[in-house]
């Protein structure tokens, strides 16, 4: 499966942004899918995830209540909406999906197979 993630850009903090990831090249319906991302000097960390029908969610602590994964399987696309943006969030963020597991939400890098090329965030105080 390809993945390619865009909806990134420039924002003041409290802001809002919609993350978009369009998958193509297998049945979508059948990954788990998650949102990680990378600041620059630091590791790759999970965000949020959703199972392959959508029924189970989770995100990390960091964003708990501020952020939300979402996926629509007719239009093969996984969604993050990002509300109430801190400059702590700024990183590049990146779409992963899992086919081995994609009946759980995987907070794992190596529960994922795919990867997109990711898309950058910046919060500005």
């Known amino acids: 499966v390809q993945l390619q993630a865009s909806g990134g850009g420039l924002v003041q903090a409290g802001g809002s942004l919609r993350l978009s990831c369009q998958a193509s090249?297998?049945?979508?319906?059948?990954?788990?899918m998650g949102w990680f991302r990378q600041a620059p000097g630091k590791e790759r960390e999970f965000v949020a995830g959703i199972s392959r029908s959508g029924g189970k969610t989770d995100s990390s602590e960091p964003v708990k209540g501020r952020f939300t994964i979402s996926r629509d399987n007719a239009k093969n696309t996984v969604y993050l909406q990002m509300n109430s943006l801190k400059p702590e969030d700024t990183a590049v963020y990146f779409c992963?999906?899992?086919?081995?597991?994609?009946?759980?939400?995987?907070?794992?890098?190596?529960?994922?197979?795919?990867w997109g090329q990711g898309t950058q965030v910046t919060v500005s105080s």
């Open positions: 992963a999906a899992s086919f081995r597991l994609g009946a759980f939400v995987n907070t794992k890098r190596r529960q994922y197979e795919y």
């Open positions: 090249g297998s049945t979508f319906s059948s990954h788990g």
